[in-house]
């Protein structure tokens, strides 16, 4: 949760303590075994019951989302009923009187335009129904009014129309959170899209080409270059999964390099030094593919003689040191300088940012690229990856 969501919520507790509305009933004196003070035990409570209604949310203000969060939003109000809409109708009702779901939405005709709370009593002809007033409050996000948090009660009280203001502002935080998790995952899936646009209509046709030419002379080794080339091209184009392990990439970059050696032969060697400890370890999709490429293409750009190429996944304690070497024709400080801030626009360029970026975003700043070159002295790119982040998964 984050600290705005936190501190909302505290002071949720500490109201909620004041007024006796804590978790639908009554605050209850506290037992001596009890530990901590009544605002604290309130404080854990309320954050617990929070807690509860928060990953539904994270995936935004949705039918689903809401049907699994309102009874949490209704325990932490105290109330007869609530529900939430979104701009066009109520998305969930939870508590006594659904009835009222009926015409909720022509009391909150205002709201969705001035993006302002209101309050309104409800004329109901059912002498059992004890819902007689309601507090709505906007559910906003950059802005923009994407729906609402409905508090019902038997009468008018001020004190549930605070309460059911701070409960929505910590949902909108939630939304909030949604929101960026949305345009996390949309940025990462354009930057992949990047990368495979990366993937040289030369480089396809020069492998069909240099599979085309064994054919004849060794039908066999046609055929074998002929699923390296179809299983590459199934991995680099699959539609799923942000992550991938250390195994899968390497094994996409051992197809990919057989391909190479089919065109250059005894020009490119490669030596590949890999600790199986490190196998699993999950990181971002297409993360050395492109890496590998660069040091192909650099170390094979106008030489005559032999270009060498190693890579290394070794055990490094909590990390896995992935290193990526060739004796290529390197690059200029400088402008490798401008590449990372953004300021280079060839294939090279977008490949290192990207990856550069992303390996950031997933694991912090201290995880970027480590990259050693100069004019002539070939190029050493260095990446750590822990062995185990939250939320990274090989899939």
């Not at 074998?224 to 179809?230: G, K, N």
Request: proline share 4%.
């Amino acid at each position: 949760m984050t600290g705005a969501g936190v501190a909302v919520i505290t002071v949720l507790a500490v109201l909620l303590l004041g007024t006796g509305f804590l978790l639908g009933r009554a605050a209850r004196p506290q037992r001596t075994s009890d530990v901590g003070t009544p605002v604290e035990h309130a404080t854990f409570e309320t954050l617990h019951t929070a807690s509860l209604a928060a990953p539904p949310l994270r995936a935004g203000l949705t039918e689903e989302s809401a049907r699994r969060s309102a009874r949490r939003l209704r325990s932490l109000l105290g109330t007869d009923a609530l529900c939430l809409t979104d701009r066009d109708r109520v998305l969930v009702w939870d508590g006594e009187g659904d009835h009222h779901g009926q015409e909720v939405m022509d009391h909150l005709r205002d709201l969705l335009d001035s993006g302002r709370d209101t309050a309104f009593r409800t004329d109901c002809g059912d002498l059992d129904c004890p819902l007689r007033w309601a507090v709505a409050v906007p559910l906003t996000v950059d802005h923009r009014v994407l729906g609402t948090l409905v508090a019902w009660a038997p009468r008018e009280s001020a004190v549930l129309a605070r309460a059911a203001g701070e409960v929505a502002r910590w949902v909108c935080v939630q939304l909030e959170l949604a929101e960026l998790d949305r345009s996390r995952t949309q940025l990462i899936e354009a930057e992949i899209k990047a990368l495979r646009a990366q993937i040289s209509p030369h480089f396809i046709f020069n492998s069909l080409a240099a599979i085309a030419s064994f054919v004849r002379t060794d039908p066999e080794r046609a055929r074998e270059l002929l699923l390296e080339f179809a299983d590459f091209t199934r991995y680099s184009f699959r539609r799923h999964g942000d992550f991938t392990t250390l195994a899968d990439e390497l094994h996409s970059i051992d197809q990919y390099l057989a391909l190479v050696r089919a065109r250059f032969g005894a020009r490119l060697s490669v030596t590949l030094q890999v600790a199986p400890e490190v196998l699993p370890v999950a990181l971002p999709f297409l993360c050395l593919q492109p890496l590998v490429e660069n040091a192909v293409k650099h170390g094979l750009e106008g030489a005559v003689r032999t270009s060498r190429i190693t890579i290394s996944a070794l055990d490094a304690g909590a990390e896995a040191e992935v290193v990526i070497e060739d004796d290529g024709i390197g690059m200029e400080p400088e402008r490798l300088r401008k590449i990372l801030r953004g300021e280079g626009g060839t294939s090279t360029g977008i490949g290192l940012l990207n990856v550069d970026e992303r390996l950031r975003q997933v694991y912090g700043d201290a995880y970027g690229l480590v990259i050693e070159t100069g004019v002539g002295a070939g190029m050493k790119i260095t990446l750590r990856l822990p062995k185990y982040r939250a939320g990274v998964h090989g899939s």
